[in-house]
């Protein structure tokens, strides 16, 4: 349970003047001054304050006299009701009037009547109390009980200020039924003045009066709020002083004031921040608002879109598209030249080494910004080959994909830029919105009159990529890489319409160490295909075992924990299966000694990778034999035999589906035993036999675990096949 301090502060409720604002404008509009109050305690009796010097003493007042010399004392007394303290050895001095800055001086005088040669000091100690009324519109009438050093701003900062009825700016303080003074708050808080803050005493009376006229100042200034107007006539002008002026961003010609008219209805005036609108009379339940300058530019021509950086520019006359798009660098990012110099940082902070590769006949040296593809083409490697040279040893494979792929990206941006349509966003001047297309590739590259659009003030220039519309395949960016054993792997972009055979062939062909047969051809649209397929069987396959297992529990005699225990291999199984990862990996069906001929006619896709490895020296044997590894490729040996080197099939292996992957990532597999498959498929290097175990059709769980082995299995064959790269 919380205790009364640490219970959250209680919202005041809004007075009736508050709620009719906040139905007008739509948000709560507080009174001003309110704020100050709401932090303010119960008050509280301030003994150990300073004294200041002009402070009177009173009866109630704790004295304390020091004196050495001829008389000797310490001595602490509280002045009486006659306005006296008692010395000994001196008698009673009266004290009652006498300042604070003056009550040494007087006690020494009386002291000295009777002894000589000494020195005397007197302070206050704990000032008596003053017992104060509060009433009126008060927000916590009734009797308090305050320190006599308590001044009259402080002691209505004590009862809680006035109410939600009471007036900030007429609080009287009355002293045996006369004024004494009269405190407005707009003063002390707007203007810090105190000319009235007189020190109370006790028997004071404090009076809120009700409050007074009121109106409201909201929107662009800079204290929105509830204010009392005072007596006399206020202006518009005293109002927004009050609101504390205009913000930045108002609108500094017009206001609009919403007035209630004889009490009977609500009228709407709208009035110039000019001396004339300013010396506007306010009255009693007056809405001011103050609205912010309009967003809109007078004379801006904005640019956007697949662009280095959105601008807003100044329109001129005769501007056209061209002097916002000068040349094509406008429209390389910030992003490009990032990514560029943090490929530059990245080489700086971990030298590369750059290895020269020798392979006989292919024998290329890294040496020479110069170097030129075989056909004589410097545009296609365009230093891109520099990147794909770069080495750091077997242990930076992921910082060279890194290269690689940023170099793509670039290359790409730069290349995805439309340069066929770009459109100007108009208003009209029925304020609809018209639609102008341009070619900018005309208008910028080649600053043809015709399609250098004239630009006018408000014109939104909207630059597009080639993926925000989908252009020709022929005017698409196409980046490749080729990796492994070519004689200029790197990053290369695919001409329009060239084949995988075509760019193979230009960029030089494949270097004398090549295994095109494991070539590993991967694609992005493949991938999301796959894995498209992947979530469709796992969804299907979800959908199938719950009914089975549905039917299962339904069953007369089933055993409740099996069921569960089926149920629990069921989603595990199905949890391996989403969390399959697709390669997009795309099978090129090669001969068994294949060349660059042998490459399919297939059109390269942007974002597609050839992969080809040295030739393999292992052929490797998995699953349920006794014996899993890799073994030596040797021409003359079949499946037979490699099952034999493994140990050949378990007890429990499946000996008719036994099935290879083949290094170019294809799986054949026939009927029968595991005989048949020796005499229809020769092996080559990196081939992989799989030997699945036996599935038992009548018991679901085993048929569970089994397939879970073999799709196990199966994944150690996928990264058996992908670590011949190393080998």
């Known amino acids: 349970m919380l205790k009364p301090a640490d219970a959250p502060p209680v919202k005041p409720t809004p007075s009736e003047f508050e709620a009719f604002v906040e139905s007008s404008i739509g948000q709560p509009l507080r009174r001003f001054g309110a704020a100050y109050f709401e932090a303010s305690k119960e ?53 009652a009037g006498v300042r604070q800055d003056q009550l040494s001086a007087h006690l020494a005088a009386a002291v000295a009547r009777t002894f000589k040669g000494f020195e005397l000091n007197a302070t206050i100690g704990t000032v008596r109390g003053a017992r104060v009324l509060v009433v009126g519109q008060a927000k916590r009438p009734g009797s308090y009980t305050l320190s006599g050093l308590t001044t009259f701003a402080n002691a209505v900062f004590a009862s809680g200020g006035p109410s939600a009825a009471g007036s900030m700016r007429k609080i009287q303080l009355r002293r045996g039924g006369q004024l004494v003074a009269e405190l407005d708050l707009y003063d002390l808080l707007l203007k810090g003045e105190t000319k009235q803050d007189v020190r109370i005493q006790s028997g004071d009376v404090i009076f809120f009066a009700p409050i007074g006229r009121q109106v409201a100042v909201a929107g662009a200034v800079n204290a929105p709020g509830i204010f009392e107007l005072g007596s006399g006539t206020q202006s518009l002008a005293d109002a927004i002083a009050f609101a504390g002026g205009l913000t930045t961003t108002a609108s500094g010609q017009r206001v609009v004031m919403e007035r209630i008219q004889d009490r009977k209805s609500r009228r709407v005036e709208e009035l110039n921040l000019d001396p004339a609108g300013l010396a506007k009379p306010l009255s009693d339940g007056d809405l001011v608002r103050v609205f912010s300058v309009s967003p809109q530019f007078a004379n801006d021509v904005n640019l956007r879109g697949f662009v280095a950086q959105p601008a807003r520019l100044a329109w001129r006359e005769g501007m056209r598209v061209s002097d ?46 110069s170097q030129r593809a075989p056909n004589g083409n410097a ?43 770009a459109l100007i966003e108009r208003r009209a001047d029925d304020s609809s919105t018209e639609l102008i ?20 003030p408000g014109d939104t220039i909207t630059v597009f990529s080639t993926s925000d519309i989908r252009v020709p395949v022929s005017k698409q960016s196409r980046i490749v890489r080729l990796e492994g054993e070519f004689v200029r792997p790197g990053v290369y972009r695919a001409r329009p319409g060239e084949t995988l055979r075509q760019l193979v062939e230009r960029v030089g062909g494949l270097a004398a160490t090549a295994y095109l047969p494991a070539a590993e051809l991967t694609r992005e649209s493949t991938r999301i295909a796959q894995q498209q397929r992947l979530r469709e069987l796992a969804d299907r396959l979800e959908r199938e075992l719950q009914i089975a297992s549905s039917n299962r529990a339904g069953g007369a005699g089933t055993d409740a924990a099996a069921v569960a225990a089926q149920q629990a291999a069921q989603a595990a199984f199905v949890s391996r299966i989403r969390s399959v990862q697709a390669t997009g990996r795309i099978v090129l069906e090669l001969p068994e000694t294949p060349s660059t001929a042998d490459l399919p006619s297939i059109p390269v896709e942007d974002g597609d990778t050839l992969f080809v490895p040295t030739r393999p020296s292992v052929v490797s044997v998995l699953g ?7 073994f030596l490729h040797i021409e003359a040996k079949n499946v037979a035999d490699y099952l034999g080197q493994a140990g050949g099939p378990t007890r429990t292996a499946d000996d008719s589906r036994i099935y290879v992957v083949g290094a170019d990532g294809a799986v054949s597999q026939r009927p029968g035993t595991w005989f048949g498959i020796r005499s229809g498929r020769r092996l080559l290097p990196g081939d992989t036999i799989v030997v699945p175990e036996t599935l038992d059709r009548f018991a679901f769980t085993r048929e569970l675990k089994d397939w879970s082995q073999i799709f196990y299995q199966f994944a150690l064959g996928v990264a058996g096949l992908r670590s011949l790269r190393g080998l």
Do not use: C
Not at 51 to 63: L, R
Not at 439 to 455: F, I
């Open 43 to 95: 008050p509280g009796f301030e003994a150990d304050s300073a004294v200041p010097g002009d402070y009177v003493v009173g009866p109630g007042d704790e004295i304390w006299v020091r004196a050495s010399g001829q008389i000797e004392m310490d001595v602490r007394t509280r002045v009486d009701r006659t306005g006296a303290i008692v010395i000994p050895r001196v008698g009673v001095v009266a004290v």
């Open 437 to 456: 297309p341009v070619d900018l590739g005309k208008a910028v590259l080649e600053r043809s009159p015709a399609h250098d659009v004239p630009l006018r």
């Open 324 to 369: 916002v798009i000068p040349d094509k660098t406008a429209l390389v990012s910030r992003d490009y030249w990032l990514r560029r110099n943090g490929a530059v940082a990245a080489s700086a902070l971990a030298p590369w080494q750059v290895k020269t590769q020798n392979s006989g006949p292919a024998e290329r040296s890294t040496s020479g910004s």
């Open 379 to 421: 545009e296609d490697a365009s230093g891109i080959d520099s990147y794909s040279r770069l080495r750091r040893g077997d242990t930076d494979d992921v910082q060279q994909n890194r290269v690689s792929q940023t170099l793509a990206q670039e290359i790409r941006r730069q290349e995805s830029i439309n340069w066929d349509y």
């Open 624 to 630: 349920a034999v006794y014996n899993e590894g890799a």
